[in-house]
C-alpha cells in the first residue's frame, strides 16, 4: 500500500546520529512528531472521503428507497478508496442502517469496530481499531 510505503521510506530515510549521543539527539522524538502528522492527516483526509460516501449512500437512499448492497452500486467514477491500504472502504448494510469504515492505522479490518483511549467511551483511540463512520452513536 502506498500511504504504508510512504511511511517506511520516511522511517528509514530519516538521518540517524549513529554516535553514542544518538538517543540524546532528539532524532526519535523529531520522527515521532512526523508520524503524529501523518496519522493526523490521514484521519482527517479519511473522516472526509467518507463523509462523501456517505453522502452519496444517502442520495443513493432518497432515489431508490433503500440501501446500496455495495458501494459499487452508487457508480461513483472516483469512488475513495482507503488511504491506508488503498483498498476498497468497507461498508455493510443492515436494514435501515450501515456501517462505513477504513481500517485504520493499524491496518487490520477489526470488522469496524471503534476502541476508545477511556472507559466512557469520550475519545476515540486512533491507533486501534477501525476508522469508522456509523448513523448511531459509536
Same mark, same amino acid.
Given at each position: ?13 530519516? &538521518? ?12 526519535? !522524538?523529531?520522527?515521532? =512528531?512526523?508520524? @503524529? /502528522? +501523518? ?37 461513483? &467514477? ?12 468497507? !461498508?455493510?448494510?443492515? =436494514?435501515?442502517? @450501515? /456501517? +462505513? ?38
Amino acid at each position: 500500500d502506498l500511504f504504508h510505503e510512504h511511511v517506511n521510506f520516511v522511517i528509514f530515510s530519516f &538521518p540517524r546520529n549513529s554516535t553514542p549521543y544518538s538517543s540524546l539527539s532528539g532524532d526519535e !522524538y523529531l520522527l515521532g =512528531g512526523y508520524l @503524529y /502528522i +501523518l496519522q493526523q492527516y490521514a484521519l482527517a483526509e479519511t473522516r472526509v472521503n467518507l463523509a462523501v460516501v456517505a453522502c452519496a449512500i444517502e442520495r443513493y437512499r432518497l432515489s431508490y428507497g433503500m440501501l446500496p448492497a455495495a458501494l459499487e452500486d452508487l457508480h461513483m &467514477p472516483d469512488l475513495p478508496h482507503d488511504i491506508i491500504n488503498g483498498e476498497t472502504l468497507h !461498508y455493510r448494510a443492515t =436494514g435501515d442502517d @450501515y /456501517i +462505513l469504515y477504513s481500517v485504520g492505522w493499524n491496518g487490520t479490518d477489526d470488522g469496524g469496530k471503534t476502541v476508545f483511549k477511556t472507559s466512557n467511551n469520550d475519545q476515540i483511540d486512533p491507533d486501534q481499531g477501525d476508522w469508522v463512520w456509523s448513523l448511531k452513536p459509536l
